[in-house]
């Protein structure tokens, strides 16, 4: 059976000694297994979070998990339990200028945390995942005090009052407000996490480790795959530490796609506008007639393919077709290359619709990108990568 | 030539801080339903609505934009070929109202000068939780001489109403003004409507 020897294809290979990368590549890029946790460790791999000798892992891997705790005392827990405890104000105080005031620190945190908060919360609405437990809370955090629990930082904390109406001679109805029931997205009670907080704290650590970037809009929906698919590792000894992993995993691909997240860089050569006008051009060599249709009606790149581009196609297929692309991705040698392929196969499958439909239907189109068998795309790319070569010697 | 099914064609923007329901309001409006299941909006979104007005049907071309900071260079390029905007606020986040100054100097910077603006506090249901008064969100619009609403995705109050106001105000603006019907540009949500009175005190 196919499927089989695709398995032990991986088998085979992740049992060597040394990992051979091109190899990963080769048989990552046609889709991995999603079963035996082929997954997960094929991604510590292609992301350069794992080395390639089997024998270092054990090492690395405790390595970078203890670093992480360490961030995590250092940056939430210590903080916190300062908050908590009054400690904050000791010969600092909330009105302090100087910029290493510990309540400047922590004003401008909490701005982060909120945005990030905002944002986690409506993280893959359409699955129940990231509103459920973790099996593995941050211990350090779960059981102390609130202020370590990032979200209590940021909740908008009302005063209680009661709404006094006065009606005709004097008579007054004071009307108490109950508080509404628990919304789908909140959080747990003590010594117990959502997924979703655990997401939280991995963008938080990585907008305080990368503070001239800090946190923008998106990046939750790039961490949460990833997360996801480490979560459910089928190893124990692997989903324990899914959120260490993680942090490590994001930041890597982060390292290699921040561009499109930084506004001073969108006119860069790696900046987004750049990644837009590839795709346009690519367009243009590939379906010349439904180039010349967005020309036409003036359909602009950046108001479909930016949101494509940015976040690696997260948001435009269910989550099962978006881990199956981001394998090809991964395991693109020349990286991100094939994403604009990938891009390009969605807007030439769709040509007939495209250059029958006008500005809005097109638009509407291309925003909700229509359900099918994402091998249909992916194949329909890896021809537009391959025939390029040809058309471009015959024009 | 497939035949015109509208008489006007207007685009409107939707602007405001991340997170105040403006992704809710246009799901309202245009799918009139309301779920907490949205994802931030990326870039630029883009919903159409035909309504009749006057007897005139017109189609409503609505641009929902990212409220980030990052996001500024790619939407606000939309302003200028906007020809309506609604600035929206959370009632229960003052920071989000504070922003509507910012927000309004966008509008300034890049948008074409007679554009019609409204001012839109949403998640008035969320009563309880309310830290900007109707008072603020009204003198604020009055300042400035903007319509004014208090709206709530999630009720379902005012939504509608908003929409058609700000669509009517361009539909008297392009007709050229209509004698006997001076539009008062000052005008700032002087009908009390039954809907928003139970909902937003």
């Given at each position: 059976m196919a499927y089989k020897a695709k398995l032990k294809e991986f088998d085979d290979l992740l049992q060597q000694d040394i990992i051979d990368l091109e190899t990963l590549k080769t048989l990552s890029f046609r889709g991995i297994p999603d079963d035996q946790s082929k997954r997960p460790l094929c991604w510590k791999l292609l992301l350069n979070y794992l080395p390639p000798e089997q024998n270092e892992w054990k090492k690395c891997l405790s390595e970078k998990r203890e670093l992480y705790k360490h961030f995590?005392?250092?940056?939430?827990?210590?903080?916190?339990?300062?908050?908590?405890?009054?400690?904050?104000?000791?010969?600092?105080?909330p009105l302090n200028i100087n910029p290493d005031s510990e309540w400047q620190t922590f004003f401008k945190?909490?701005?982060?945390?909120?945005?990030?908060?905002?944002?986690?919360?409506?993280?893959?609405?359409?699955?129940?995942?990231?509103?459920?437990?973790?099996?593995?809370?941050?211990?350090?955090?779960?059981?102390?005090?609130?202020?370590?629990?990032?979200?209590?930082?940021?909740?908008?904390?009302?005063?209680?009052?009661?709404?006094?109406?006065?009606?005709?001679?004097?008579?007054?109805?004071?009307?108490?407000?109950?508080?509404?029931a628990n919304e789908d997205y909140a959080p747990m009670t003590e010594g117990k996490e959502a997924h979703w907080e655990v997401v939280e704290r991995i963008l938080?650590?990585?907008?305080?480790?990368?503070?001239?970037?800090?946190?923008?809009?998106?990046?939750?929906?790039?961490?949460?795959p990833i997360y996801h698919a480490f979560a459910s590792d089928a190893d124990i000894s692997f989903r324990e530490h899914a959120e260490a992993d993680c942090f490590f995993c994001f930041t890597n691909l982060m390292s290699e796609i921040r561009d499109f997240f930084i506004k001073s860089l969108d006119e860069s050569d790696r900046g987004i506008n750049e990644m837009m006008n590839r795709l346009l051009n690519q367009l243009k060599v590939c379906d010349l007639d439904v180039w010349l249709k967005f020309q036409q009606l003036d359909l602009k790149p950046q108001y479909y393919s930016f949101r494509w581009i940015t976040l690696l196609l997260s948001q435009e297929f269910p989550l099962p077709d978006v881990l199956r692309i981001w394998d090809s991705l991964f395991s693109d040698k020349k990286r991100f290359n094939f994403l604009i392929y990938v891009c390009c196969a969605m807007i030439v499958i769709l040509r007939n619709q495209l250059l029958d439909g006008d500005f809005p239907s097109n638009l509407k189109l291309l925003q909700n990108f229509p359900s099918m068998d994402v091998q249909i795309i992916l194949s329909k790319a890896v021809e537009l990568s391959q025939s390029r070569c040809f058309k471009m010697n015959t024009h | 030539m497939a035949k015109k099914t509208y008489d006007l064609l207007f685009k409107l923007l939707l602007i405001g801080d991340s997170g105040v329901g403006k992704t809710?309001?246009?799901?309202?409006?245009?799918?009139?339903?309301?779920?907490?299941?949205?994802?931030?909006?990326?870039?630029?979104?883009?919903?159409?609505?035909?309504?009749?007005?006057?007897?005139?049907?017109?189609?409503?071309q609505i641009w929902d934009t990212a409220g980030q900071e990052r996001f500024h260079t790619i939407t606000t390029s939309y302003y200028r070929g906007a020809m309506g905007i609604m600035l929206v606020y959370d009632i229960t986040d003052m920071k989000s109202f504070e922003n509507i100054v910012k927000w309004l100097r966008n509008i300034d910077e890049h948008a074409n000068e007679d554009v019609e603006k409204m001012i839109l506090g949403n998640k008035c249901?969320?009563?309880?939780?309310?830290?900007?008064?109707?008072?603020?969100?009204?003198?604020?619009?009055?300042?400035?001489s903007i319509r004014f609403m208090e709206t709530s995705a999630k009720a379902n109050v005012n939504i509608e109403r908003a929409f058609n106001e700000l669509a009517e105000a361009i539909l008297l603006k392009t007709a050229g003004k209509e004698p006997g019907d001076p539009v008062d540009r000052v005008t700032v949500d002087r009908r009390p409507t039954n809907t928003s009175k139970s909902c937003c005190n």
């Amino acid at each position: 059976m196919a499927y089989k020897a695709k398995l032990k294809e991986f088998d085979d290979l992740l049992q060597q000694d040394i990992i051979d990368l091109e190899t990963l590549k080769t048989l990552s890029f046609r889709g991995i297994p999603d079963d035996q946790s082929k997954r997960p460790l094929c991604w510590k791999l292609l992301l350069n979070y794992l080395p390639p000798e089997q024998n270092e892992w054990k090492k690395c891997l405790s390595e970078k998990r203890e670093l992480y705790k360490h961030f995590i005392k250092e940056m939430i827990v210590i903080p916190g339990s300062k908050e908590s405890s009054g400690d904050v104000t000791m010969g600092d105080h909330p009105l302090n200028i100087n910029p290493d005031s510990e309540w400047q620190t922590f004003f401008k945190d909490n701005e982060v945390l909120l945005q990030i908060d905002k944002d986690v919360r409506r993280l893959c609405p359409d699955i129940s995942f990231f509103q459920q437990p973790t099996e593995f809370p941050c211990k350090d955090i779960v059981n102390g005090e609130d202020g370590k629990r990032l979200h209590s930082r940021v909740q908008r904390s009302v005063l209680k009052c009661a709404n006094v109406e006065r009606k005709g001679l004097g008579i007054t109805k004071i009307a108490l407000l109950s508080k509404k029931a628990n919304e789908d997205y909140a959080p747990m009670t003590e010594g117990k996490e959502a997924h979703w907080e655990v997401v939280e704290r991995i963008l938080f650590l990585y907008a305080k480790l990368n503070p001239g970037q800090g946190y923008v809009q998106g990046m939750n929906e790039i961490v949460g795959p990833i997360y996801h698919a480490f979560a459910s590792d089928a190893d124990i000894s692997f989903r324990e530490h899914a959120e260490a992993d993680c942090f490590f995993c994001f930041t890597n691909l982060m390292s290699e796609i921040r561009d499109f997240f930084i506004k001073s860089l969108d006119e860069s050569d790696r900046g987004i506008n750049e990644m837009m006008n590839r795709l346009l051009n690519q367009l243009k060599v590939c379906d010349l007639d439904v180039w010349l249709k967005f020309q036409q009606l003036d359909l602009k790149p950046q108001y479909y393919s930016f949101r494509w581009i940015t976040l690696l196609l997260s948001q435009e297929f269910p989550l099962p077709d978006v881990l199956r692309i981001w394998d090809s991705l991964f395991s693109d040698k020349k990286r991100f290359n094939f994403l604009i392929y990938v891009c390009c196969a969605m807007i030439v499958i769709l040509r007939n619709q495209l250059l029958d439909g006008d500005f809005p239907s097109n638009l509407k189109l291309l925003q909700n990108f229509p359900s099918m068998d994402v091998q249909i795309i992916l194949s329909k790319a890896v021809e537009l990568s391959q025939s390029r070569c040809f058309k471009m010697n015959t024009h | 030539m497939a035949k015109k099914t509208y008489d006007l064609l207007f685009k409107l923007l939707l602007i405001g801080d991340s997170g105040v329901g403006k992704t809710c309001i246009l799901f309202r409006f245009s799918d009139d339903a309301f779920t907490t299941t949205f994802i931030s909006t990326i870039g630029i979104d883009f919903k159409i609505k035909t309504i009749e007005l006057r007897g005139k049907k017109i189609k409503l071309q609505i641009w929902d934009t990212a409220g980030q900071e990052r996001f500024h260079t790619i939407t606000t390029s939309y302003y200028r070929g906007a020809m309506g905007i609604m600035l929206v606020y959370d009632i229960t986040d003052m920071k989000s109202f504070e922003n509507i100054v910012k927000w309004l100097r966008n509008i300034d910077e890049h948008a074409n000068e007679d554009v019609e603006k409204m001012i839109l506090g949403n998640k008035c249901d969320k009563a309880d939780k309310r830290t900007v008064s109707k008072e603020q969100g009204e003198t604020i619009a009055r300042e400035h001489s903007i319509r004014f609403m208090e709206t709530s995705a999630k009720a379902n109050v005012n939504i509608e109403r908003a929409f058609n106001e700000l669509a009517e105000a361009i539909l008297l603006k392009t007709a050229g003004k209509e004698p006997g019907d001076p539009v008062d540009r000052v005008t700032v949500d002087r009908r009390p409507t039954n809907t928003s009175k139970s909902c937003c005190n």
